[in-house]
Structure formats: C-alpha cells, structure tokens
C-alpha cells in the first residue's frame, strides 16, 4: 500500500480541507468588515475636512473626549472646568479640518 493512500492520509486531507474553507469563510467576513470600517472612515474624514490618517483618528478621538469631559464638567456646574475642556477640546479638533 503507498504512502499516502491510507485512512490516516484521507483523513489528514479532509481535515485540510475543512480548515481550508473555514480560514477562506474568516477571510471574507473578515475582510468585508475592515472594508466596511475603512469605507465608514473614508467618509467621516471626508465629511470633516481632514485627510483619512490614523494620527487624525487618534486626534479625533482626543478631542471628542475632550468635548465629553467639557460637557461632564458643565453638569457638575465647573464652569472653569467646562471652559479648559471646551477650549482644548477646540484647539485640538480645529487643528483637524486644517
């Protein structure tokens, strides 16, 4: 009997066959997502003013928790507070649609 033709090999091959298939299945929902999340940036960066980079994700980020802790500092009635959020929260996200 060769090598290769034995229950063992058809198995091993059914076995890379299954993987195979679920790998490609990963692939795809995968990979429409992270089309889908690039696209959804595209968009939003478009819509800003701004070029579609991850330094400018980040800096976006930064100043909408910045805008949060102006509005969370607002309802506890800090209004020095409120002011030091909302002006660095301006600083940084009018230095984005430069």
């Known amino acids: 009997m060769p090598a290769g033709e034995g229950f063992f090999a058809s198995l091993g091959g059914m076995l890379g066959e299954a993987l195979r298939s679920l790998v490609a299945g990963l692939k795809w929902l ?8 690039g696209d959804f940036y595209s968009g939003l960066a478009g819509a800003m003013g701004m070029s579609p980079s991850i330094f400018n994700l980040v800096l976006l980020a930064l100043g909408l928790m910045f805008l949060w802790g102006a509005v969370k500092a607002l309802l506890r009635r800090s209004i020095i507070g409120f002011l030091f959020w909302l002006f660095m929260a301006l600083l940084v996200l009018g230095g984005l649609s430069g």
């Open 30 to 37: 995968l990979g429409g997502f992270a089309s889908a999340l």
